[in-house]
């Protein structure tokens, strides 16, 4: 059999490469560095209640169904509902627990060198990526953050649970 008779020469088609064509990238923009990546706002802190149907309460006021964040005042006194940076709703709050079994670990020795640890790794690694151009890294943790809402039929009222790291809260909203 002779080459090239039966058998195609694999560097005869172009689709087909034995290496990668140079420059991998045609447009010349890296991934990661255009503008909605680099200087892009951060995800919001407050959790995300979806509400499926519209919501009326008996002075008739509606809320719309869709998607919210869920925010805590200040003073934990109410709940505000947050669509496109605007107060859709605001909730007075009847119930708020802090988890105060973690606030003991925040004087402890042990800890407070093991933060500090963190921190020095945090700047050395921040330190790396500004000499890169890369924006740095955030200290924070993740914070685990839920919203929920259930409809008790007993008393023909939506009951709404906000829970964000060691803070939970409670509101209602009496429905028709």
């Given at each position: 059999m002779i080459e090239g008779i039966y058998v195609d020469n694999i560097m005869m088609h172009s689709e087909t490469r034995a290496y990668p064509v140079e420059p991998q990238i045609s447009s010349g923009v890296t991934l990661g560095s255009e503008s909605i990546y680099r200087y892009g706002l951060r995800e919001s802190s407050y959790p995300t209640l979806s509400l499926v149907e519209e919501i009326t309460d008996g002075l008739g006021n509606v809320i719309p169904a869709g998607h919210y964040e869920l925010?805590?005042?200040?003073?934990?006194?109410?709940?505000?509902?947050?669509?496109?940076?605007?107060?859709v709703a605001i909730m007075p709050v009847?119930?708020?627990?802090?988890?105060?079994?973690?606030?003991?670990?925040?004087?402890?020795?042990?800890?407070?060198?093991?933060?500090?640890?963190?921190?020095?790794?945090?700047?050395?690694?921040?330190?790396?990526?500004?000499?890169?151009?890369?924006?740095?890294?955030?200290?924070?943790?993740?914070?685990?953050?839920?919203?929920?809402?259930?409809?008790?039929?007993?008393?023909?009222?939506?009951?709404?649970?906000?829970?964000?790291?060691?803070?939970?809260?409670?509101?209602?909203?009496?429905s028709n």
């Open positions: 925010a805590l005042s200040d003073e934990r006194n109410f709940l505000i509902l947050i669509q496109s940076k605007v107060a009847f119930l708020v627990e802090v988890d105060m079994s973690e606030y003991s670990q925040i004087k402890d020795k042990k800890s407070l060198k093991k933060q500090q640890k963190q921190q020095k790794e945090i700047a050395k690694t921040n330190a790396k990526r500004a000499k890169q151009g890369m924006p740095p890294i955030s200290d924070e943790d993740e914070i685990y953050q839920e919203a929920s809402i259930e409809y008790i039929e007993k008393g023909n009222y939506y009951l709404i649970k906000y829970e964000r790291g060691d803070v939970r809260a409670w509101a209602a909203i009496k």
